[in-house]
Structures are given as structure tokens and as C-alpha cells.
């Protein structure tokens, strides 16, 4: 979850969020060569008669900034596209499951087994238990077994919501009348939390999202109990 004094983004469970923080890296690291690189010319201007004549005039330096800002976006452009098409890959899943917003909750359905449906509300902050967390728990949480494909196909029943866990690396828009999908694996057991990411209405920032990554046995023996329910 995000914590104070955090300045990246939450640690990755899934292989998507991995790939999402090696990409920012990249890019950083890519930029933090740019600005190292214009500092030091713009900064030498003052101080070096040469290098200025040469920034200034000629056909050379021209090649140079044109060529050169090519092969960069080349450089972030290739690992950029094939995040994208990783994102957007829907392999054969084990489990789908559908999100549906509301003013102001969300509303699960597992499509895969009978009878397993459910709303989850947040918490109040007066009956949240000590180790809850304020603002970011709920009563009925998205439980989902660990390394196994997962689908969640996302809308909504009134206005335009977006189904979005940070640590997972997904974000779907709610849209009423449509179908989006997402699809990612968990890597390993936890609670990770989300909100609302699309501003909905009074309430946009009291309808959070929890998935709890459990193992295949406890996720059967947790499906089975609210079947029967």
C-alpha cells in the first residue's frame, strides 16, 4: 500500500507491475542522461569559446540533434510498445470475475461458479477494527488465488467509475452499457489495495478495493463458503 515518504510507485505483485517499474527505470535513467547532458552544454556556453562556436554554427551539431533525439525515442519507444501490447494480451484464463461500479461500491461476480456473488462496501471508520486500515478497507473483499490467471471484466450501473489496484499494475475504466477487460496473475499472497480512480460523485473517494491473494486450497475453501451462503 502507499506510505508516506514513498517516492516510487508500490512494490509490484504481478509480472505486469514489474515490467511497468523496469520501464520507469529505464525512462529515468534515460532522461536523468538527457538533463546531465543539456546541463553540462548550456553551463559550458558561459565558460568555453569553443564549444559555444561549435553549438552555434555548422552543419555538424545540426546532424547531431536531430539524429540524436531519434535513436532516444527509438530507445523508449521499442520497450514502450511492448509494454503496451503486454497489457493488452488476454491469454486463457483460469478465473474471470465481474467488477461492477456503483454510486458508491463495487459489486463482484464470479462467473465461473454458481451463486457466487457479492457487494463490497467500505468500512466505516467507526467500525473498522485496529488493524484496519481507515478509508481503504472493506467488509467483503476480492479474494483470488495466487499465480493463476485472472480476468475482470469492468462497468458500471450509473456513471463512469475505474477499477484500479496500483500494486497489481491495472486500471480500467466503469463505463455503464460496456464491457472492459483486464487481465493479470498475482504473484505471491498479500492484501492489496485500490480506489476509484475516475471521479463519480460525492462519495468518489469512500468505495475502495481490496483483493486478497490466497493460495488455490484456501480460495476453493473460501468460494465454497459463500456458494453455500
Known sequence: MASWSALGFQDGASPLMEQL???H?????????????????????????FINRFLMEGQTIEIIWTILPALILIFIAL???RLLYLLDEVGSPS???KAMGHQWYWSYEYSDFLQASFDSYMI???????SGFRLLDVDNRTVLPMNTQIRVLVSAADVIHSWTVPALGVKADAIPGRLNQISFTVNRPGLFLGQCSEICGANHSFMPIVVESTSIDAFLS????????
Open 21 to 23: 517499474i523496469f520501464f
Open 25 to 49: 527505470d529505464h525512462a529515468m535513467l534515460v532522461l536523468i542522461l538527457i538533463t546531465t547532458l543539456v546541463g553540462y552544454m548550456m553551463a559550458s556556453l558561459f565558460f568555453n569559446k
Open 79 to 81: 520497450p514502450s510498445l
Open 95 to 97: 478465473i474471470t470475475i
Open 124 to 130: 466505516p471508520t467507526g467500525d473498522l477494527a485496529d
Open 222 to 229: 473460501w468460494i465454497s463458503s459463500i456458494s453455500e451462503a
